[in-house]
């Protein structure tokens, strides 16, 4: 298992910016991939975003064009860049990590963003 520890949540007005970071306390290079879902309430968890090892990304289609996920293997760390924010992305957000052939092998405990109008 890989533990994982989220940061940068906080309150903003809608239009700002905010970066979450998900530090693992395990090197990431052999982690094939790390992202995000958020989970609102009375929602359903939503993936916002991935990275795999090779540097591809995917995005939601609500958070295209407005956030960005990177990752720094040398400070074991995955990023998440929110411009734009709306009050729709009010969440609860979580950082994952995913092994090929075995599935998720670490969450974080999450980080609550709040949006306001």
């Known amino acids: 298992q890989v533990q994982l520890v989220e940061s940068g949540g906080g309150l903003v007005q809608a239009g700002r910016s905010l970066r979450l970071s998900c530090a693992a306390s395990?090197?990431?290079?052999?982690?094939?991939?790390m992202g995000w879902y958020r989970q609102a309430p009375g929602k359903q968890r939503e993936l916002v975003a991935y990275v795999t090892s090779d540097g591809r990304t995917y995005y939601g289609d609500s958070v295209k064009g407005r956030f960005t996920i990177s990752r720094d293997d040398a400070k074991n760390t995955v990023y998440l860049q929110m411009n734009s924010l709306i009050p729709a992305d009010t969440a609860v957000y979580y950082c994952?990590?995913?092994?090929?052939?075995?599935?998720?092998?670490?969450w974080g405990l999450g980080t609550q963003v709040t949006v306001s109008s």
């Open positions: 395990v090197s990431i290079f052999s982690i094939n991939a």
């Open positions: 994952y990590a995913q092994r090929s052939g075995v599935g998720f092998v670490g």
